[in-house]
């Protein structure tokens, strides 16, 4: 059963240019969420996604961000016209659902370098 | 003040030894508290979940919540080398999966 799946590992983007962050969920997982770390920082919570659906975006930047997670597919968290600051590990995990004794499941992380 | 406290260390230590990790908060609706263990370039993994105040143990890992204080720690006895990673603590005001939030984590190191 493979785990959470990520990619890319790396992602190098110039400033202005467009990120695209995937992410598999764990088979029979249908939430979704998406965790930043900055440098020297801890994980930030972004969003909290299900099958089509936007179930939590209060850690997401007003401009720029935005997340999906289609139908079919893997979950997309989408950087438009990049800055130096969004330089960040971001990681994607997964739940089968949620109750109090469900547990995250992380990926390995994208390392996004904006130049 | 941040939301969860955490000194960053790092923290170097003698195989064998016992290892405290700790977090402070002030957000008393927090109810679920968590231990994470993160490795270099990897995603973070749960090692301790706890609701409430209290003790939990599995195996060489021992969390303890204390509410009251808003102070949560975690025991690492008989280290190892293999426990080298940095160790984050999390925690929630609802279910276990819900929107957590992190400490900035301590990066431990057990010297062989």
């Known amino acids: 059963n493979a785990g959470v799946m990520q990619n890319p590992r790396h992602l190098v983007r110039r400033r202005g240019q467009e990120a695209r962050l995937r992410c598999s969920p764990m088979?029979?997982?249908?939430?979704v969420y998406w965790y930043r770390q900055l440098p020297e920082e801890g994980l930030k919570f972004m969003v909290y996604?299900?099958?089509?659906?936007?179930?939590?975006e209060s850690g997401m930047p007003k401009e720029r961000f935005s997340a999906e997670f289609p139908k079919e597919g893997p979950s997309i968290l989408r950087i438009q016209q990049v800055v130096r600051g969004d330089s960040a590990a971001y990681f994607c995990?997964?739940?089968?659902?949620?109750?109090?004794?469900?547990?995250?499941?992380f990926g390995s992380g994208t390392q996004l370098s904006v130049l | 003040q941040k939301e969860v406290e955490q000194d960053p260390g790092p923290l170097s230590v003698p195989e064998g030894a016992i290892v405290s990790l700790n977090c402070t908060y002030s957000?008393?609706?927090?109810?679920?508290f968590m231990w994470y263990r993160q490795y270099s370039r990897k995603g973070p993994e749960l090692l301790m979940y706890?609701?409430?105040?209290g003790n939990k143990e599995d195996g060489r890992f021992t969390a303890q919540v204390d509410k009251s204080s808003k102070y949560i720690s975690l025991f690492i006895r008989d280290s190892q080398p293999s426990d080298s990673a940095t160790y984050l603590c999390?925690?929630?005001?609802?279910?276990?999966?819900?929107?957590?939030?992190f400490g900035k984590g301590t990066k431990l190191t057990v010297n062989p």
């Open positions: 957000n008393s609706a927090f109810q679920y």
């Open positions: 088979k029979g997982h249908s939430h």
């Open positions: 996604l299900q099958k089509e659906n936007i179930i939590d």
């Open positions: 999390a925690m929630s005001e609802q279910g276990g999966s819900e929107k957590l939030v």
């Open positions: 706890t609701y409430s105040s």
């Open positions: 995990a997964s739940s089968p659902g949620v109750s109090t004794n469900e547990k995250l499941f």
